[in-house]
């Protein structure tokens, strides 16, 4: 890094002593926007106020300092001022097929807080760059008288006929106002919508005294109809029922026969002469009190029908003058719609004949002045210091060159020498190397590679994996190889691959062997044995642990004899790092060494996710797969430096993506398989 460093200062001084001197020439120019006006025979100009006029104007004639117009005009204005033979003047030799190209690179910028513009011009020699720079800025003022004449003479034409024609329309409007208002009519329909809301008032009140007195004779009604069993206690009767005092009478003729039947009963039996004539006395004056009351409800009822049909005429009363009030007051808002129509316009147009007018005046009073709309307010000066090359910032670009340069050698160091590129690397770290996987090039699929044991047992890759199983199954290892993690430092580098053929080995062997799908976010082996979409997962039987689903129900039985498969799906709703430190887990490991000679766990890579290390808690020992040209050694050193810490045994290493060639033990490899991105997806990969 420091070499580079060094080197980007010496070029950034090479490059400031070898590079040519650049000069900049500066002057600035006042532009006019203001319209001109003659007054007592001085020009006066008025400013319009702000507004898109002003910046179009403004916009307009800013642009124009780069016509092909201007151009000619500073070609023909520099040779006048410089002949071509005046070499102090002229210092490049330029002639007027030169220059244009020249006069294009000049650069014309506008203050955004000011009418001003600035012009500027970069060249090698200092004196044709102010000369070149105060011509243009001449110009620009010439440009404008020029152009400003030509305006006058013809917006004077143009105007007359304007005026005229504002006139005419102005004239139309007004004879189109008149018609209108004398056939709306606005103030009698206003009249006439007052009349509407007073008579709608007046009915409304009505109304609502004939809901009063319907809802009186309702209770009436109601108290009436109640009577169908009569009480002799009965006392308080309500206001307002029919012949009220008749029928108060008839209550208490009907007491006072009903007391001396009472009376009766209490002394003779119902055979005596007496009691009977008090029985009939009260029958008697209890139908007529009962007919009296049915007569009454009748009559309530009478009057309630009355009162309900002048309601219902009084509502289609309220119901004709809304709608009429409704249409009023559509054809009022129509009326004043088309009458306020045609008063803006005519007040448009009467704006547009006044301001005519003006214009008209004013261009007559301006057209034989000598107008200049720009004002040269500094000079450009001859330049004395180059702008280019900037020493300093010359100085400080070539040593951030220099430190960007050391840093992408860095990096490129770092990504194509930070990789294990041959077996001896895993050596070297060191690895006991349990197998060399060579490079599968005619298989494609990752589907074709796991199930190999499947379909030819005598593939080298077949072979290999039967002699990892035999070394397993040694002496030595045997005592650590009952629960078998295989993982790997990052996705891609064949761990899922080795899993299906150790475990496929391991049941061909003789060896009752279960194969779990330990990935829980990107599950593989779902896939690669065509499992059944119903079969239960284990990420869900984690999830839903209740006693309902048996261990056994997980189980892919005999993919081929001797091996069992406990599969997953993932899902993306659930973490499943929260989950395998449960109970649940503990529970299938400890069901599985039970029942199974062997255990092989296809485990997350290490480096992304930590599900690695709590299945690592279950295991015996552990089994890394390196891919060569992938692995990363600073990866793979730390990862053994956790295994140190944590106390999980290491067996050994999987060199996977070897060449053929005896080359292959030492330099880089061609993989077999793709790499894959990691994270909880439902799509494999």
């Known amino acids: 890094m420091l070499l580079s460093l060094v080197l980007g200062f010496f070029g950034g001084v090479i490059y400031i002593q070898s590079a040519v001197r650049i000069y900049e020439a500066k002057a600035v120019v006042e532009m006019n926007v203001r319209r001109p006006r003659v007054i007592n025979d001085a020009a006066v100009y008025e400013d319009p106020g702000m507004g898109r006029d002003t910046d179009a104007i403004f916009n307009t004639r800013f642009e124009k300092f780069r016509s092909p117009a201007m151009e000619e005009l500073a070609v023909r204005e520099f040779f006048k ?85 504002q006139r005419e329309s102005l004239e139309g409007f007004e004879r189109q106002l008149a ?51 009569i009480d002799p206690n009965l006392e308080i009767l309500p206001t307002g029922l029919p012949k009220e005092q008749q029928f108060n009478e008839m209550i208490r003729a009907w007491r006072d ?23 009939e006395r009260e029958m008697h004056a209890r139908n007529r009190l009962e007919q009296f009351i049915e007569s009454s409800a009748k009559a309530v009822q009478n009057e309630m029908d009355l009162l309900e049909r002048q309601i219902e005429q009084i509502d289609n009363r309220i119901q004709k003058m809304k709608q009429e009030a409704s249409n009023l007051e559509q054809s009022l808002v129509a009326g004043m719609q088309q009458v306020q129509g045609l008063e803006r316009k005519r007040d448009a147009a009467d704006n547009a004949f006044q301001t005519m ?77 349990l197998g060399i996987i060579p490079s599968q090039k005619k298989m494609e699929s990752r589907g074709e590679l796991a199930t190999i044991g499947l379909r030819d047992n005598f593939s080298p890759l077949v072979e290999i994996f039967a002699g990892i199983n035999a070394l ?18 990052m996705p891609g580098e064949g761990k899922t691959v080795s899993s299906c053929n150790m475990a496929i080995s391991s049941a061909l062997n003789g060896t009752r062997t279960l194969l779990i799908d330990g990935d829980l976010r990107r599950p593989q082996l779902v896939n690669i044995f065509a499992v059944d979409e119903d079969h239960p997962s284990l990420l869900e039987w984690i999830i839903r642990k ?88 600073r990866a793979l050193r730390y990862t053994l430096s956790q295994f140190d810490d944590s106390g999980l045994h290491l067996v050994g290493c999987i060199a996977n993506d070897v060449p053929h060639s005896i080359e292959g033990l030492f330099s880089g490899a061609y993989g077999y398989g793709n790499s894959y991105g990691y994270g909880n997806s439902r799509s494999t990969s």
């Open 81 to 165: 001022r410089f002949p071509e033979s005046t070499s102090a003047n002229n210092p490049a030799g330029i002639g007027k097929f030169s220059l244009p190209p020249l006069i294009r690179d000049v650069t014309w910028s506008k203050d955004p807080s000011a009418n001003i513009v600035r012009v500027s011009f970069l060249y090698h020699h200092p004196k044709f760059a102010a000369n070149l720079v105060n011509v243009l800025s001449d110009c620009a003022g010439i440009l404008m008288r020029e152009e400003n004449q030509a305006l006058s003479d013809e917006a004077v034409k143009w105007l007359i006929s304007q005026v005229e024609e």
């Open 179 to 229: 018609n209108i208002r004398e056939e709306v009519q606005l103030e009698a329909m206003l009249q006439r919508k007052a009349t509407l809301g007073k008579a709608v008032i007046s009915v409304s009140e009505e109304r609502e005294s004939l809901i009063s007195r319907l809802a009186e004779r309702r209770t009436v009604y109601d108290f009436v109809s109640d009577l169908q069993e």
């Open 257 to 279: 026969a009903y007391d001396e039947f009472q009376q009766m009963s209490g002394r003779y039996t119902a055979l005596h002469p007496e009691y009977r004539l008090a029985e």
């Open 357 to 433: 007018l003006r214009r008209m005046e004013e261009a007559r009073a301006a057209a034989d002045e000598s107008m200049a709309f720009t004002k040269v307010i500094r000079e450009a000066a001859i330049p004395i210091e180059p702008i280019r090359p900037r020493k300093p910032m010359a100085i400080i670009f070539s040593l951030v060159l220099g430190f960007v340069a050391g840093l992408l050698v860095a990096v490129t160091r770092e990504l194509w020498l930070g990789k294990v590129e041959a077996v001896s690397d895993l050596r070297s770290m060191p690895l006991k190397i």
């Open 472 to 489: 397993l199954a040694s002496d030595k290892y045997r005592d650590l190889s009952k629960v078998l993690l295989l993982c790997s430092i």
């Open 546 to 633: 209740n006693g309902s689903c048996p261990i056994e129900d997980l189980l892919s039985r005999d993919v081929v004899e001797n091996l069992d498969i406990i599969t997953s799906r993932p899902s993306a709703d659930v973490n499943p790092a929260g989950l395998l430190g449960g109970e649940s887990l503990r529970e299938l490991m400890v069901w599985a060494r039970a029942h199974y000679d062997r255990i092989i766990i296809d485990s997350p890579p290490l480096g992304p996710v930590s599900d690695a290390q709590v299945w690592g808690n279950h295991a015996d020992s552990l089994v890394l797969v390196s891919r060569l040209g992938k692995t990363r050694r």
